[in-house]
């Protein structure tokens, strides 16, 4: 069973330019998370897609957004981009509330 | 809101020795914790979830514990193995009561086994 796929694996964009990771859940997952992890901050919630709506997010400004397809697949928008962007992000899914989350190996962003 | 603490930040151990990792957490109104490996520029490894209704949990050389009442986690390590070296994160739901609305994690113990 495949697991948890992101895309790309690295990205390198331009301060200002817009960006879209992409993110593949374990068939039969309905829920998709999304985190940013930055050098020392360690992993941060950004948003939570469940049966194709936006359930929650975190604390992060509004140009982080995103979508959550028909098909439980998800995209993840950045806006803006600034330096302090520049992140692993990770994408998770789970089949439930308050079930097992597994992770994919995540897209690493820099932005320069 | 929940805060998730993971000590020690880092631990260097010779091959072969057991160990021991914690994890505390705020709030004891959890559903579940969870513990997760994670090698270097790598995404997470589920390793254990714990229920809350659960005391412990087991997978080959791992177990890991829950106290709910004093919000700690323990994973022990058994017979370490280079193999065994990464960052390892517990994680607990981000909102107090509350489930599936994502995880709040602690910033990780950095592990190292010597061969």
């Known amino acids: 069973e495949a697991g948890v796929t992101q895309s790309p694996t690295h990205l390198i964009k331009t301060r200002g330019q817009q960006v879209t990771l992409r993110c593949s859940p374990i068939?039969?997952?309905?829920?998709v998370y999304w985190y940013q992890q930055a050098l020392g901050l360690g992993l941060q919630f950004l948003l939570w897609?469940?049966?194709?709506?936006?359930?929650n997010r975190g604390n992060f400004p509004p140009r982080f957004s995103g979508r959550q397809f028909p098909n439980y697949s998800s995209e993840l928008n950045v806006n803006a981009l600034e330096l302090d962007d520049s992140a692993l992000y990770l994408c998770?899914?789970?089949?439930?509330?308050?079930?097992?989350?597994?992770f994919g190996q995540g897209t690493r962003l820099t932005v320069v | 809101k929940q805060e998730v603490t993971q000590i020690p930040a880092a631990l260097s151990v010779p091959e072969g020795e057991n160990l021991v990792l914690n994890c505390s957490f705020t709030?004891?109104?959890?559903?579940?914790l969870q513990w997760f490996r994670q090698d270097p520029g790598k995404g997470l490894t589920s390793l254990l979830l714990?229920?809350?209704?659960?005391r412990e949990q087991t997978s080959g050389r791992l177990n890991a514990s829950l106290d709910k009442s004093s919000g700690r986690s323990t994973l022990y390590i058994a017979a370490s193995q280079p193999g065994d070296s990464a960052t390892y994160l517990c994680?607990?739901?981000?909102?107090?009561?509350?489930?599936?609305?994502?995880?709040?994690f602690g910033k990780g113990t950095h592990l190292i086994i010597q061969p």
């Open positions: 709030d004891s109104a959890i559903y579940n």
């Open positions: 897609y469940d049966e194709g709506e936006e359930r």
């Open positions: 994680a607990v739901p981000l909102f107090i009561g509350g489930g599936a609305d994502g995880l709040t």
């Open positions: 714990i229920q809350s209704s659960q």
């Open positions: 068939s039969g997952h309905t829920s």
């Open positions: 998770a899914s789970s089949p439930g509330r308050n079930t097992e989350a597994f």
